[in-house]
């Protein structure tokens, strides 16, 4: 991991941990990196929090100083800038977001021009710019760029996602959570053209109130309308609208796991699952594993970050993957993590089979877990310490298979992570708290 780049790009408090004039070198150097033989083209999106119109004009200035062109898509989501970086042959993207962080955070995320994160070697490059290691020119006159609308952008986007289907969705009745985010741009609008009929919440972005109560990680209001019984499917997305959590018609979350079991299975079903293989992470819930072993379909595990995921799914050429928190790549489409095409994807699982998402359920049984966030000093010292590392190798002899206990450092913030996977959740509460108090007291 970078100086600065984490798993998910550069992330922090805005204009505290990340400032505008952080966002201003990145573009500097993007600008410049991509212009050194002919004008670059960069296109850049943004989502709805406070501070992203900020960080959007500061990453234009930077890259337009440098001698690029830079293409504005406005409010969008992640996954449109992949798409579009890719379909335009631009010569990178960047999204404004910090994905389903509070408002006060914000983050820069940069694809390649195959819609893909970009390269850790271009990263170093660019940190290597900002700890003023190396120097690059400004430039003048005509060499200037400009920064150009792109409205249109969005439309390319949603008329492909639409091209990828051949149904239509009048016999849906959808409970949408907007998130107050980026989905508002793009997700009752593709669903109603296709003919679902949608009750919206969450959708009336104001800056501040994007992921607050509502969304993929707080989905509560979502499952109380779902409990109505008038619909057929809830969606919740997340803030730049990558992820997606389904809700059932009882209210029950359909998470990630969730997800690559039902369109796993279909997949298989139909002969086009690639290597007959699902990719996920090393937190997919342990219900998960054993569910595929029973339908005979291998899993790979990575570790956490889309990224990974991704990396892992091109390597082997398998199909599908993703994480528990909703991040889902259907690789035959998609470079990224994409809320709307999944939720599409399994609208689509529901109209072919001709079952209800409660039947397509049915066969994961989901352990009781509890996942506890460690705020520390140093992630690394706190995951050597050998008291923790016997600990957990403890725990694991103890749970016997029948559970599992996973500490790991988180990507973006300051925290190790202690989850638990166990048949109860009181046993879950034991297990976590036994590392948890050990962590606490380490002083770490």
Not at 78 to 86: D, G, R
């Given at each position: 991991m970078g100086r600065y780049f984490g798993t998910d790009g550069i992330r922090g408090k805005a204009n505290e941990t990340l400032d505008v004039q952080r966002a201003f070198q990145v573009g500097r150097y993007l600008g410049y990196y991509f212009s050194r033989q002919g004008k670059g083209r960069i296109l850049v999106g943004k989502d709805t929090r406070l501070s992203s119109g900020m960080f959007e004009n500061a990453i234009a200035a930077g890259a337009s100083a440098s001698?690029?062109?830079?293409?504005?898509?406005?409010?969008?989501?992640?996954?449109?800038?992949?798409?579009?970086?890719?379909?335009?042959?631009?010569?990178?993207?960047?999204?404004?977001?910090?994905?389903?962080?509070?408002?006060?955070?914000?983050?820069?995320?940069?694809?390649?021009?195959?819609?893909?994160?970009?390269?850790?070697?271009?990263?170093?490059?660019?940190?290597?710019?900002?700890?003023?290691?190396?120097?690059?020119?400004?430039?003048?006159?005509?060499?200037?760029?400009?920064?150009?609308?792109?409205?249109?952008?969005?439309?390319?986007?949603?008329?492909?996602?639409?091209?990828?289907?051949?149904?239509?969705?009048?016999?849906?009745?959808?409970?949408?959570?907007?998130?107050?985010?980026?989905?508002?741009?793009?997700?009752?609008?593709?669903?109603?053209?296709?003919?679902?009929?949608?009750?919206?919440?969450?959708?009336?972005?104001?800056?501040?109130?994007?992921?607050?109560?509502?969304?993929?990680?707080?989905?509560?209001?979502?499952?109380?309308?779902?409990?109505?019984?008038?619909?057929?499917?809830?969606?919740?997305?997340?803030?730049?609208?990558?992820?997606?959590?389904?809700?059932?018609?009882?209210?029950?979350?359909?998470?990630?796991?969730?997800?690559?079991?039902i369109c796993g299975k279909y997949l298989k079903e139909n002969g086009l699952l690639h290597g007959n293989t699902v990719v996920s992470t090393v937190m997919a819930n342990l219900g998960f594993f054993k569910a595929m072993e029973q339908l005979d379909i291998a899993t790979e595990s990575t570790q956490v970050g889309d990224k990974y995921v991704y990396e892992c799914m091109v390597k082997n050429d398998y199909m599908l993957g993703g994480e528990q928190s909703g991040h889902i790549i259907f690789k035959e489409h998609a470079t990224t993590g994409d809320g709307l095409l999944t939720a599409l994807k399994l609208l689509e699982v529901m109209h072919k089979t001709g079952k209800g998402i409660l039947f397509l359920e049915e066969g994961l049984k989901i352990y009781p877990q509890l996942l506890i966030n460690v705020p520390v000093k140093d992630k690394e010292a706190a995951m050597q310490a050998d008291p923790i590392v016997k600990e957990v190798a403890a725990i694991n002899e103890e749970l016997h298979g029948n559970g599992r206990i996973l500490v790991r450092p988180s990507g973006t913030e300051p925290l190790v992570r202690v989850m638990v996977e166990a048949e109860s959740d009181e046993l879950c509460h034991h297990y976590v708290y036994r590392v948890v108090d050990l962590i606490e007291k380490s002083g770490l």
């Open positions: 001698g690029a062109d830079v293409y504005l898509l406005g409010y969008c989501p992640t996954p449109s800038v992949a798409y579009l970086v890719k379909r335009e042959q631009f010569s990178c993207g960047v999204m404004i977001s910090a994905s389903h962080n509070p408002y006060y955070d914000n983050g820069i995320k940069v694809f390649s021009q195959a819609g893909i994160k970009l390269s850790a070697e271009i990263e170093a490059l660019v940190e290597d710019y900002i700890d003023g290691l190396t120097e690059i020119p400004l430039v003048s006159g005509e060499k200037i760029g400009q920064v150009i609308r792109y409205d249109e952008g969005l439309e390319h986007y949603l008329d492909w996602l639409e091209s990828l289907f051949d149904f239509r969705l009048e016999q849906f009745h959808l409970a949408l959570d907007l998130a107050n985010g980026s989905a508002t741009t793009t997700a009752e609008k593709l669903l109603r053209r296709m003919g679902a009929h949608c009750t919206v919440i969450h959708s009336e972005p104001n800056g501040v109130n994007i992921n607050t109560k509502c969304g993929s990680t707080h989905p509560e209001s979502l499952q109380e309308l779902m409990k109505s019984g008038i619909f057929d499917l809830g969606l919740a997305f997340d803030g730049d609208a990558d992820r997606l959590i389904a809700v059932d018609p009882q209210g029950n979350l359909i998470n990630g796991d969730y997800v690559l079991y």
